[in-house]
Each structure stands twice: as structure tokens, then as C-alpha cells.
């Protein structure tokens, strides 16, 4: 990569033993301008209804992304920060992303928002290539079993990112409240 900088003889073994260890810089995350990825492989209710964000999101919107539906933190006080936000209705369309299948996303629309009266939409991102496209995914292995989105909320106008509010932790609640977001 660097020419003049490369190793040679023991150094150049052991520096390459400790290359895929070593990060010089924080992974680039969605920032703001960004637009939102074409991608059709998001998905509502059925594997067969698919939804592609950078086409729904053409005017003022907002995605919030979690790590688990049905997980206490998501269920209990992040997704219902929103839906009981007098703000929620000048968000423009809503939409919440989660690591899952669309039927398990489908059940916790029912258990969260009853009547759908909110207007929220949930969607399963089943293979975490909508969160990739992000750079918003993470190793969640040891608790949730594979790769999940980091909790997020993305403010969004016109197809682009105006504001980004990633969890520094991944999973906790408090940067991406609907208090913080919304106002």
C-alpha cells in the first residue's frame, strides 16, 4: 500500500500476523448527505412484498433502526418513544428496520401499534444487507445470534440524510430517542 514504508524480513511476519487485528481508523458510518441505498431488500409483512427506502423516501422521512424487535430495550421504551411522540406526525414517513424476518416484524407491528394508527412502518431486513449498505451493522452474535443493526435514527429529506443519531455503543437508547430526534 505504502511503499516506501513496507516491512521486510521479521517485522513484515509479524506485523502481518497482527494486520487483522488493527484498525487506524473508526469504520465509516452513514453520514449526512448520503443518499439512501437502492435496494430492494427490505421487506413487509411477506417475503413477497418487498420495499425499496431510496424510493419511498423521496420527501421528508425518518428510518429508525434497532437491534432486536421484541427486545425489551426496543419494545419497551425506544420504538414507543416514537409512536407516542406528539412530534411523530410532522416526521413525514416513518419507518422502523429491524435484523429479522418479515413475519416476526409484522407480529411486533400488532403488539406495538395495534391499530397501525401511528402510521409506522415496520420492516424486516432479513439478510442485514440494508444495514451493511449503512455501515450500520454489527457482530451481534454472542446475544442475538448474527449480524444485527446497531440502533439508529436517520432524519431524511429529499432521498439524502440530513441527520444521523447512531447509538456509540450500538444498543443502547439515548442518542436515538424520539425526544432527541424529534424534539
Known sequence: ???????????????????????????????????????????????GNQVNLSQELTGKGLIIGVPAAFSPSCSNSHIPSYLNSPHLPT????????????????????????????????LGDPTAKFSEALELAFDGSTIFGGLRSKRYALVVEGGKVKEVHVEPDNTGVNVSTAEKVLG
Open 1 to 47: 500500500m505504502f511503499p516506501r514504508f513496507r516491512a521486510t524480513g521479521s517485522l513484515a511476519v509479524r506485523a502481518a500476523k497482527h494486520q487483522a487485528h488493527f484498525h487506524t481508523s473508526r469504520p465509516t458510518l452513514v453520514q449526512v448527505g448520503d443518499r439512501i441505498p437502492d435496494l430492494s431488500v427490505l421487506v413487509e409483512n411477506s417475503p
Open 91 to 122: 416526521a413525514g414517513s416513518v419507518f422502523v428496520i429491524s435484523v429479522n424476518d418479515p413475519f416476526v416484524m409484522k407480529a411486533w407491528a400488532e403488539t406495538l401499534d395495534p391499530n397501525g394508527k401511528s402510521g409506522v412502518r415496520f
